[in-house]
Nanobody
């Protein structure tokens, strides 16, 4: 079993930056692909970014390319999402997820999820 806890969310003005962190316990993350997803009010949860177990491969949604960067530190059992040039449309609850045998964008194929952290971007 893996427990994931997100942190770093908050209120920021448009154009600002936030860094989200996801800390894992219960098992090492080094063998899991890790993803970030978000869910805005009234919308479905959507893919944001994913990183392979080694950190050697990443992918992100077109809406955040060039602004968000996913990274991981397996020694610390943590994954981060650096978010720059934030826009009001980035407002959502952000979730991290761990995929034991999956690297991709499909929510249903991730095995463990955190509780989420709220990001609010004001215009």
């Amino acid at each position: 079993q893996v427990q994931l806890v997100e942190s770093g969310g908050g209120l920021v003005q448009a154009g600002g930056s936030l860094r989200l962190s996801c800390a894992a316990s219960g098992r090492t993350l080094s063998s899991y692909a890790m993803g970030w997803f978000r869910q805005a009010p009234g919308k479905e949860r959507e893919f944001v970014a994913v990183i392979s177990w080694s950190g050697g491969r990443t992918s992100s949604a077109d809406s955040v390319k060039g602004r968000f960067t996913i990274s991981r530190d397996n020694a610390k059992n943590m994954v981060s999402l650096q978010m720059n040039s934030l826009k009001p449309e980035d407002t959502a609850v952000y979730y991290c997820a761990a995929g034991r045998t999956y690297y991709g964008t499909e929510l249903s194929k991730y095995d463990y999820w955190g509780q989420g952290t709220q990001v609010t971007v004001s215009s």
